[in-house]
């Protein structure tokens, strides 16, 4: 997976079509993508086929974004499985800049954390549980 894109944006009308259509006119295919809002701000959460392109795009929109690399983990899916992971993220040291639901299989949720340090988020989580590094 690539560098995931956390986009600050006005929360009106029309700024996620703003975004995703000067991607589109660049070429750049948008692979996961979350978004929430609260009054006056939104953020969007996102993976493209292009890091550098995605960053030139946002940059010209005038657009406030950090990203971060991705390690994909398979969260138990069930009460807490959310917690169990974060707390290990936080117990490490790691600072977890966004995060998208990726894929689901039967009892696990595959969640891709855009994060500050990749190898503190590697060793904090069980070899067994990591779906994908990047």
Known sequence: M????????????GELAHVARALGA??????????AGAG?????FMTTGSD??????LRGLG??????ETIVVDVEDHPAGLADITEKFAKAG??????????RREGIV?????????????????PAQLSGIG
């Open 52 to 57: 550098s392109e995605t960053r030139d795009v």
């Open 110 to 126: 595959e969640m891709a954390f855009a994060v500050d340090d990749l190898e503190k988020a590697k060793s904090a989580i069980a």
């Open 2 to 13: 690539r560098r995931q894109f956390v986009i600050q944006l006005d929360n009106r009308p």
């Open 94 to 103: 790691v600072t977890i800049l966004g995060v998208l639901i990726v894929g």
């Open 63 to 68: 657009h406030d974004f950090i990203e971060g």
């Open 40 to 44: 006056t701000i939104a953020c969007a």
């Open 26 to 35: 660049r070429g750049i295919d948008i692979e996961h993508i979350s978004c």
